[in-house]
């Protein structure tokens, strides 16, 4: 499909009005104008137009030249192309180009409204065409000057590049100002492939005759692309606007901006060029909208937390969304930041494209692009990266039509029973079983050799496909308290949950009576079995430790925020975070895991599930769950990852044993340092642990509203200007001597996975030990 430019943009300005271009009867003058010529006359009249392009502006000189050797290349048989493509831009320039104003008379004659009947394009400001109008009829006044609205079907028809010349002033030929700027052209050039980055920027001179240049690849292109890409642009830039101080310039590979203004000394993202695709959807436009805007927000969040992902330090991220519909199956984004700006700068400027995202395009629109300084987006609906996706979402199902609900019986809430309760869900994976023989060949006939852990779900093994694949397989004893349901639960959602900081579910098998879930092995089993371990948590440095941190917190946001699915994991402790052989973190264990709909926020149950320990009170107590109880969940986990020390304790006890009470009345100290585990050596950052104690102790706050959403944990982490509010005290505290100083007993944290039942009214309820079956789900 061809692409069209919108109007430039400032970090100030909105966009342009869509309808400002459209008025009655301008379709008709469009296509009395067009029509009325042959292949012939249109060369002839863009031949002449091209010879008089000296006495014109450079831009639309060169444009118009271009525009010429396009019409001489066109056979006859694509006249009827050319025209349509010619009346698509004139009818489709909604993006403040061209603005009808019905303002003369025609042949002396008034409408009945005492108006007028001529038409006059505007271009920017100046006298572009006049059409005489009079009842329908149509005289043509200046036809060289009204083919100057077809300045844009170049870059329509050869792709790029787009441009945006700046209203900043000229320089003169052979001044300082272009000197300068041929300096800054050759050293961008030099320097944007150099240190991994794809970036560069700098300044030359002294104002007025000051240059000011940023030039920022695609993440996904190598350098030596990155430096040819540069160098044309650099000379693109200053034959579509000759002599312009101030350019901003999109090619599919790069963006370039130059200026005699000095837009580098901020992070605003300034000089944005904004294309759209003339393609449109048919449909659902609202999920689609949904759709696009899920996957940007996801992407985005992914390019801002993709930092310290390599050395290069790009702010670069690509996404997928898959099973759209039958049409376009996929949708793909891509989101970038200038790798200059921090993590936070990055998500600011992103996050600022993506608001502004369905204010610039239409709804419908096939594929969109914004580019400027700071930070970019695009989508398509076919993939135009040269690299994986590094995210993948599920696009959310196509709702069925309800069916009448039983006489007397409401009907039910969409979103609100679940994963497991779907059949439906849970038979569409079919593509992800796998036969008994084959996993009995994986694993030696589930040799002994081959297991890796057992608990009361049932064992763990290794084992290996015909392909070569390494695979965990969990084979669910009869007699596991995962039952049926929860193993639909974990199935229907893991295989709809693409990212890197989850564990990839790669088969299930239900023959003969087998109830078997297959995932990706990790080589480095799960955290607990290290960090816990006296003799391998050295093989934890703080490196490693903040790498599992800021990957569990991308993971749960994910499950929070970025996915189409809303998750509520329950059940996030150091035994269900997997390691690979890099100690990169993959969450799993989705069988107690529950699926909010719309804009459910919170749910209840009178079966608590889950692990005391990391278990929020509100949770533990009440069985009110929501995403905040998966925050308390990540915020003590934290403790654990930077004291390794276990939390434990029980509820109702006097004892002050519970890792939260400890760290707390050494934070209230001011001696919180000593709290961190020895085993990471003496060249740990301070600084970091600190900010990461500060960060799990706002985590773990007894009211679920104080504790910040993961996507606030992310930007807490990833940047270290952001300030922290102070963190009051957390829950389960005991203080020394019993009394929780409210007048209320104190309450600790029970080690072990359980299943409980609340009484039906909802109340808190003390529960001992005896009270809850107690098993050991292990390794996860």
Known sequence: MPWLPLAQHSSSSSAAAAGDAHTIGEQNAVDAVVDGFGLGKLQGILGSAAGQAAEMDGMYAGMLRRLEKLAREVEKSNLLVLKQEIRKVLHESRHGICIIVWKKKAHGTEDENGGTSCGKLVWKGRLALCCAMCRGSVLLLRVHAALLLLAALPALIAGQPWQICGENGNYTANSTYQANLKQLAAALHKNVSSGGRLFASGAVGAVPDAVYALALCRGDINASACADCVGTIFQDAQQLCPYGKEVSIVYDSCYLRFSNLDFLSSADNSGVVDLYNTGTVSGDVGRYDRAVTGLLNATARYAAGNANASS???????GVMVGFDAQFPKIYAMA????DLSPAQCGLCLGAMVARWWQTFEPNTQGARSVGARCNMRVELYSFYNVPSMLQLQAEAVAPSPSPAPAGKPPAVPGTTGAASRSEDFESIESLILDLSTLRIATDNFSENNKLGEGGFGVVYKGSLPHGEEIAVKRLSQSSVQGIGELKNELVLVAKLQHKNLVRLVGVCLEEHERMLVYEYMPNRSLDTILFDAEKSSLL??????KIINGVARGMQ???????????????????VLLDSDYNPKISDFGLAR????????????????TYGYMAPEYAMRGHYSVKSDVFSFGVLVLEIVTGRRNSGSYYSEQSGDLLSIIWEHWTMG?????VDRSMGERAAGGEIARCIHVGLLCVQENPASRPAMSAVNVMLSSGTVSLKAPSRPAFYIRKGGGDGDGGGGTGSYSGSFVGTLPSSGRSAPMSPNEVSITELEPR
Not at 336 to 339: A, F, L
Not at 597 to 605: L, S
Not at 671 to 675: L, R
Request: net charge neutral; glycine share 8%; proline share 2%.
């Open 312 to 318: 290069s330090s790009r702010l670069f991220a690509t």
């Open 336 to 339: 970038q930041c200038s790798p």
């Open 541 to 546: 440095d703080w490196g490693k430790r903040l």
């Open 558 to 576: 994910y499950l929070h925020e970025d996915s189409q699915l809303k998750i509520v994991h329950r059940d996030l402790k150091a035994s269900n």
């Open 595 to 610: 699926l909010f709909g719309g804009d459910q926020t919170q749910d209840v149950t009178n079966r608590v599930v889950g």
């Open 671 to 675: 001696t919180i340092m000593e709290m």
